[in-house]
């Protein structure tokens, strides 16, 4: 039985070819450590990584690469940005939708040193306004983060308009690009996004272990890793310059020449290209699963954009029943249960029972949608 992969959201699969070509060629060639040693070896590692940092520059309208930084995935590029701004007596805004890679995180700052933090909550119509960011704002707001798209259900933040609020009030502004990196226009200078957090093993199509951090010149973090970085070696204390200030210990030099392919051929298909196809699937989806009886849908209705994810449930059968037999019966894998969201799924009121989660990539065509359709009408004609 051939396999339909609708687990896009967690990570993308299956990746263009290039992709291992890439790293295969790294390992066969060069896999040495960038920026330590000065032999050849050293040098085309340096080189490789380099290129990605330049060419994920190049796709968010970063001005200077060295303002990239590489981690292993979105969550410690979010823990750096988080944990290494916010300071006692700050106050943060952020989304009822956020993942635990942005919760958690500024729920432990609260723990620790007092961080007071505001989550906005969508209106009735599931979408986010910016007036109700502009709300929340208080005299001592330092930090707007929210995710660019809910990992539960697809729905879209208005990043232009925080962007432009957070520079009017004087307010940084972090983006968890988790869901939307590959998939919707980002560009950090006319967004006016000061840190741009995303892992380049989703919409990037790079493989596990890769993430990075875009932190704008005029953001000074504390790094949260201290170490080698192959620079200033005789000085005690971290380097100053950027990027190996959070570039301690040796980066995933592998990873991040597969993450240069990847990247490279979402650039080749064109971002809205992929955005156009990813929302037919979604529609299809959307449109398919609202006609089957005992189906309940979460989020916005088609008539509002969203990324390729789709949450649902059928009435009376538990979420991850329903993703096992999904699996095991047509050969179609989802996600099931809860989706590191808790507060999402309080928004969706899924809190109790989670949801199975279809989510596409740039593979995934219409038949797949036609075959997830057909699947859960024939779960749900059986238990409902
Ligand atoms: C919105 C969002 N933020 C953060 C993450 C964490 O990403 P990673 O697994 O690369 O740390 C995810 C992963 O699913 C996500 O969907």
Known sequence: MAIIYLDNAASTWPKPPAVKEMMAEVIDDFAANPGRGGHTLGMKASKSVFRTRVQLSRLFGIQNPNNLFF????????NQAIKGFLKPGDHVVSSSVEHNSVRRPLEYMRKTIGVEITYVEPRDDHQFYPEDFEKALQPNTRLLAVSHASNLTGVILPIAELGALSKQHGVAFLVDASQSAGVLP?????????????????GLYGPQGTGALYVHNDIDLEPLIHGGTGSQSEAIDQPTTRPDRYESGTVNTVGLAGLLAGVSYVMEKGVEN??????ELTKQTLVGLKQIQGVEVYGPGVEVERVGVVSFNIDGVDASEVSFILDQQYGIATRSGYHCTPLGHQT??????????ASYGIFNTQKDVEALIQAVREIAAAFV
């Open 274 to 279: 992929i955005r156009e196809q990813e929302w």
């Open 186 to 202: 980002i560009h950090v200078e006319e967004m006016n996004i000061d840190m741009l957090a995303f892992p380049g093993h989703k």
């Open 71 to 78: 981690y292993l995935n979105a969550t410690q590029a979010l």
């Open 348 to 357: 969706a009121g899924t809190e109790q029972k989670g949801a199975v989660r």
